[in-house]
Each structure stands twice: as C-alpha cells, then as structure tokens.
C-alpha cells in the first residue's frame, strides 16, 4: 500500500487520494477546515493541548488567532521514549508544520498526540538498548496493578522505574552527556508518574526547541469536545460497520487486505467497566462489554458519559476522526501500519461528516555510527545487505570466503559424478534397464556426501575469519536488532548519551534535507 502510493501504481491512492507533493491538496484541505470548524471551535481545543517552552508557546499563540491549522502524529507512550519511530513521526510533524506554514502564509503547527487511553501494558512497558557489552537488552518495568486491564493514565509506574533507570545507567558508555541524560529521564520518569506523563514530559524535552505542542488522548477538555462524536458513532455503529465491511472488500479485491479487522457486533468505542478498559460490542438493543458481559443500553451509556466522559475512548479506526473533528488538522504524519489503516477510514470520516487529513508518511532513519560505517567499509557491505537474520549472512559469507581452487574442486568433482553416473547408465541400460534407479541412487549418496562435506569446509572457513564475523555481528546487532529495523528496536537513549542531545538536532537537518518539496516549490 505505501510503497504503492508513493509510487503512483496500483489502486493506493484511490484509497489514499491525496498527493504529498502536492501544495493544491493541503490548500482544499485548509478550505475544507475553514468551511467545517468555525467560531469558538476553532480554538476550543486549546485549552486540552500543552505548550511547554517559549517556542511551542509562541506557536500556539500564532494558531490561537483562529486562522491557524495543525500538522499532528501521535504514538502510544513507551518506556524511556519508546522505539526511536517515535521520535522520528515528531520530528517528520514540525518539519512538516514548518514548511506548510510557509507555503500556505498560515500559521501552522505540530501537535503530538499521545495515546494514554491504551490498556495495552506489555506494549508499552519495556524498550530495549545496546550496553556497553555489546549485548541486546530488555529494560522492563514490573507489572503494577490493574496492568492490562485499566488505561495507562491511571497506572502510576512505582519504584521499579528507578530499577530501569538504574540498569540503564549501567548499560550506557561513560561519556560526558551521560549523566545529563541520566538526570532528565529521572526528572521524568518517577515512581509516582504515569507512562504516558513520563512519555510526554521526555519528549517535550527533547523536542523543546522545535516547538512540540502535545494532548493526552485523556485530557478532560478533550474528552468534553470529542464526546458528540463518541455518542454518535454509539448510536449508528451498526451502518459504519456495514461501510467498513464494504470498503475491507474493496481492499481485498485491490489485493491490499485489511490492517484493522472489522469485529462482528463490535463497536469502534472502548468504556471503562467492572473489567477495565473494554471493547463494546451490540447485542440486540443493547450494548456488551467483552470481558465482564456487563450490558447497557444506548441511553445507559450515553448518562454514564454525562457524568464522565473520561469513561469512553475512541478504538484505533475512530481515533483519527476524532482528531480531525475537534482539531483544525491539515496532515497526519503516520508510519507504514497507520497509512494502511488509513486506507480503511473514508466510509468513517464520511459518515461523521469530517475530512480526512492528508495521510503524510514519517521520515525514518538509520543511525550508522563511525565504527559500524567502518566494518560496512573494510568488508564492502551495504546496510540493505545486513537486513537478514544474522546465521544466513554468516553463512554466506563462510561461502563467499572458501578459496577459488576449493571453490572449484568441489564443482570439478561434482561434475565429474554426474558425468560417471550419466555414462554407467547409458552402459548398464542394455544389461538391465530397472539398474537406472540404482545408478541415481548413488549419485543422490554421492552428492549428499559431497554436500556435507562442503558444509565441513564452510565451517572451517567461519573458524577461521571468526574475528572477522564478530565484527560484522556487532554491526548487524546496531543496524538490524533483533533482525528488525533499528528505528523500531531501539530507544534513543544510548545515542543521547553519546553524542549528547544534538543528536537531536543531528536527526533534524539530516530530515530537513530529506522532506520531499511541494510540486513548483524549491
């Protein structure tokens, strides 16, 4: 679907119409939030969203005036940041939100939306980070009560965040940034805070300079603005599951299926029940918690979220029209998964009356140290080349290093069977023709045993460049953790204390360069 899109082949962007390079797009988008938010709503939202610093101030000031619209992106919190995507969508937004600002002589600017409804615990309390040792490891926090079950903002971490820090502390090369690094992280994640605080407070510290404007999917003004759209998506989920089932076909026939599953009976709305944070579901005129079967009608639920709204959230498909109802949103900047489930959402948008935004893919990155570009370098790598579990790598490298003359005694000797058994065949064929299958059978033991004689000499071949596949291991280890991306794996916690928190900046100019420009701009 991405790759599609961005390519202009296929059926993508008849799912996902909108053109990134094109200025025209983002100008009828404007217009199209111009025309549907209007008056006190235009800023009413304001009053949910954080400014911390003099720039995100200043820039929520400048949209304040009720002219200004938002580049946003969001992530569910992580642990000491979570994987380093997450920086990546945020600094991908303000770049965006810069350039769409002079482009369309409008203030705009970047909002962070951090999903704190979410239950899902075991995503969000762990990261994982290179030590010292080279070794990949896990950073957990302990399991807290109500884990699993009850939405992140109510879950504070407790002491054993202090343990993580500690370990982290420990797993980090002495380095002059080190200890600052140390310092803030704690300043944000204390025993008393939860995730998605500590999330948000070390993002708006990294991201201070840039001007981050941040909401909590929880915050209570928020909840009062996005309630309409909850209660109407309550009351007519049967007809917007009915135009998701359509639109799914409509995928799979274009050969991209469905990143979000449509539910049977399920309704796009979480509430807090008996059992935490559940999905609803309908049965018959009433509406079913999943896990506790507590039931309610339409005009039960819709009282309980009079006296607390705080108590229904949006499902991941009706998050973004949400988001694009109470905010004057422009773009949404969205990693490869979100774009795809994008592509599922017209039918929703449509349905509440509200615009999608323009779906704007994140810029990503690859961190190549000094001393990993040098192992690239001695031993002629590409980074794609790495991206393979290790032992397949090894393995043809072992390969690729057996010398020539080996190389080709074991071809010569390999031929000089097949042609041994082609000739014993067409002899024996008029002595006995059933001595055929006898003949191959040799050659199958023959070549089996030649085989595994290979696989003898490869190994002796890996003995013997083992320092050498050792330090293509730990470049491995760096790029492709895990055997997965290095943006989606890692925290950025070990190259802050590195390079300190200009690698920040370093991220930033190296995106500034890499953001594609409008259609007729520079």
């Not at 580049?71 to 350039?99: D, H, M, N």
């Not at 995928?251 to 309704?267: K, P």
């Not at 009079?306 to 949400?322: G, H, K, M, Q, T």
């Not at 000089?416 to 082609?422: E, H, K, M, N, P």
Request: proline share 6%.
């Amino acid at each position: 679907m991405v790759r599609d899109r961005l390519e202009g082949v296929g059926d993508a962007r008849r799912f996902l119409p909108s053109d990134i390079r094109d200025l025209a797009a983002f100008r009828a988008k404007a217009a199209e939030v111009d025309a549907r938010i209007t008056g006190a709503a235009r800023t009413d939202w304001i009053e949910a969203v954080r400014a911390p610093g003099e720039r995100a101030q200043a820039r929520l000031d400048a949209v304040r005036e009720g002219t200004g619209y938002l580049v946003t992106t969001g992530q569910q919190p992580g642990l000491f940041g979570g994987p380093l995507y997450s920086l990546y969508k945020a600094i991908s937004a303000v770049l965006l939100a810069e350039r769409l600002e002079t482009a369309l002589g409008a203030p705009v600017a970047p909002l962070f939306w951090t999903a704190s409804e979410d239950h899902d615990w075991a995503e969000a309390d762990h990261t994982w980070m290179v030590g010292v040792d080279n070794e990949l490891h896990r950073l957990q926090l302990p399991e807290v009560e109500g884990a699993g079950d009850q939405p992140l903002h109510r879950l504070p971490m407790g002491p054993g965040v202090e343990q993580c820090i500690s370990q982290l502390e420990e797993l980090l090369p002495d380095t002059d940034f080190k200890a600052g690094v140390i310092d803030r992280l704690r300043a944000a994640f204390r025993p008393e805070a939860t995730l998605p605080e500590a999330f948000e407070d070390w993002f708006a510290e990294l991201l201070a300079p840039l001007g981050m404007l941040f909401v909590q999917a929880h915050a209570p003004a928020l909840k009062t603005l996005s309630r309409p759209r909850l209660l109407h998506e309550l009351a007519h989920s049967d007809r917007h599951e009915r135009a998701l089932l359509a639109r799914g076909e409509e995928l799979d026939a274009a050969g991209y299926g469905l990143q979000v599953s449509i539910m049977d009976g399920g309704v796009n709305l979480f509430m807090e029940g008996p059992a935490g944070r559940e999905r609803l579901y309908r049965e018959g005129d009433r509406f079913r918690l999943r896990h506790s079967e507590a039931t309610f009608t339409l005009s039960e639920i819709e009282a309980r979220v009079a006296e607390d709204p705080s108590i229904l959230s949006p499902n991941v498909l009706l998050r973004p029209v949400v988001e694009s109802a109470v905010f004057p949103t422009l773009t949404y900047v969205a990693g490869p998964g979100e774009q795809a489930y994008f592509a599922q959402l017209a039918p929703l948008f449509e349905a509440h009356g509200v615009g999608m935004p323009i779906v704007f893919p994140r810029l990503g990155s690859t961190v190549v140290e000094g001393k990993v570009g040098k192992v690239l370098e001695k031993f002629d790598l590409d980074i794609e080349e790495l991206d393979r579990p290790f032992h397949e790598l090894a393995g043809d490298r072992a390969r690729d290093d057996v010398p020539d003359e080996v190389r080709k005694a074991l071809g010569a000797f390999r031929g000089t069977i097949a042609r041994g058994v082609q000739e014993l065949t067409e002899a024996a064929r008029e002595v006995d023709p059933t001595l055929k299958g006898p003949i191959q059978h040799v050659r199958s033991v023959a070549f089996d045993a030649l085989g595994d004689v290979e696989k003898k000499i490869v190994q002796a071949v890996k003995r013997e460049s083992e320092i050498t596949l050792q330090q293509i291991e730990k470049a491995h280890l760096h790029l492709f953790p895990d055997t997965r991306p290095q943006e989606r794996v890692f925290n950025a916690n070990y190259y802050l204390a590195r390079y300190g928190f200009g690698f920040v900046e370093a991220v930033t100019e190296s995106f500034r360069a890499a953001l594609p420009p409008f259609d007729g701009s520079a």
